[in-house]
């Protein structure tokens, strides 16, 4: 039979230990339970179970032992009391909206949020009458002042994509709460490695799991967490009959990619330090955006909100912009730069252990127009870099190569 975890284990440890018991034949590493429905004892048992009378897995768009394993071990890092699976992180965000939202409340939201998040709450909710206001990332005054007496949902993202700005979470969770609103922090770029939200007083944590969870780019996926009580009345019923639902197989991935969180966000976060620093003294580069470094705005903040082992971490997503004399010109030595790289990516994901590059300007934003990219400061000289686990000195070398080729 399987031992129960003591209490108060350290978040390392919880990564490769929490889940769901294990089956009949004491496999050591997590089943994958590769099966759409679950066979019931009998008829009275069943009865029960669709009345949720009893516990017991029915059908996998409602529950699955390895989604539920995901579940529990994402909930123990996070440190919440649960948590629920989602196909996506876009999926996570739809089913938190669907969970909580009726026409004629109130959302705000940060106006640096993933760009299909803007969709989703402004124009997807917007069309059932779901009101939203946009605000910036880091000037708290302006939450305070888009409160309204239906306000349901405060929403926030940190640090942003792909300028890496910080937002203050307790600022906002005490805002959220004073105005009898939830706070939800989409802790994507941090991952609870780096970053434990409820710890500020945020009440969800959304994830994509696409991303750092994963770790290794293979799966679309994502979850909430949060209090247990919310989601079980809130969410479990949304899930069930709209079945935005969490593959097995892709949980299962993701419950593996769990068991390496720490340890890779550790040796990512080192990496993009390494590379930001060397980054900021070459004389083609105007500027880098990186929680990390000491010139960043909010660095402080930034190091307060994210630890690793008791130390800042800023994360392992960075962005420069090049030195240029006027859009094409940026435009031109963005891509030349990109271009030139032989070890990186060009490719929009992000936290992969392989290292990605992309020029924000022209994909993940290039549906803004040129004054909306201007206003948020995402120019065509700005270059993303997702950092991974390759060798430092040879990802220098990768972006060296097109920074001294420029002409
Ligand atoms: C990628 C991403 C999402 C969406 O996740 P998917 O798994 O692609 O649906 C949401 N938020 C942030 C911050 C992301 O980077």
């Not at 099966?35 to 009865?47: E, G, H, I, K, L």
């Not at 996998?60 to 390895?66: A, D, I, K, V």
């Not at 929680?291 to 392992?316: V, Y």
Request: glycine share 8%.
């Amino acid at each position: 039979m399987a031992k129960k975890l003591p209490d108060g284990l350290h978040i390392d440890t919880l990564a490769v230990r929490a889940a769901v018991d294990k089956s009949q034949f004491g496999e050591n590493s997590e089943a994958l339970y590769l099966t759409s429905s679950f066979v019931q004892p009998d008829a009275a048992t069943a009865a029960r179970r669709f009345a949720n009378e009893e516990e017991g897995y029915i059908y996998s768009r409602f529950t699955n032992p390895t989604v539920t394993s995901m579940e529990q071990r994402l909930a123990a890092m996070e440190g919440t009391e649960a948590c629920i699976g989602t196909s996506s992180g876009m999926a996570a965000i739809l089913l938190m909206c669907m969970g909580l939202l009726k026409s004629g409340d109130h959302v705000i939201c940060s106006q640096s949020v993933f760009g299909s998040t803007i969709k989703l709450i402004a124009g997807e909710f917007g069309k059932f009458g779901v009101e939203s206001t946009f605000v910036s990332q880091t000037d708290v005054a302006q939450w305070q002042a888009a409160v309204k007496p239906n306000t349901k949902l405060l929403f926030a993202e940190t640090p942003t994509n792909p300028l890496t700005e910080v937002c203050d979470v307790r600022a906002l969770a005490d805002i959220a709460h004073a105005a009898g609103a939830l706070l939800a922090v989409d802790n994507c770029f941090c991952s609870p490695a780096l970053s434990r939200p409820v710890e500020m007083g945020a009440d969800l944590i959304i994830h994509s799991g696409t991303k750092y969870l994963d770790g290794q780019g293979r799966v679309i996926a994502g979850a909430i967490c949060g209090p247990k009580k919310l989601i079980d009345d809130k969410f479990v019923p949304v899930m069930r009959s709209a079945g935005m639902t969490l593959s097995a197989f892709n949980a299962w991935i993701v419950l593996k990619g769990l068991e390496t969180l720490s340890i890779r966000m550790q040796a990512q976060s080192a990496n993009a330090l390494a590379l930001a620093t060397w980054l900021e003294v070459q004389p083609q580069v105007a500027r880098v955006h990186y929680p990390g470094l000491a010139s960043h705005p909010q660095h402080a903040l930034a190091m307060r909100q994210q630890t690793i082992n008791g130390q800042g971490g800023g994360g392992a997503v960075l962005s420069f912009d090049i030195k240029s004399t006027d859009v094409q010109d940026a435009r031109r030595k963005s891509f030349h730069v990109i271009d030139c790289t032989q070890v990186m990516s060009i490719t929009a994901n992000l936290g992969d252990t392989k290292t990605t590059i992309t020029h924000p300007a022209t994909t993940s934003h290039g549906r803004l127009t040129e004054a909306q990219r201007q206003a948020a400061g995402i120019g065509q000289g700005l270059i993303r870099v997702a950092v991974g686990l390759e060798f430092i000195d040879d990802l220098k070398a990768d972006l060296q190569r097109g920074l001294d080729s420029l002409t």
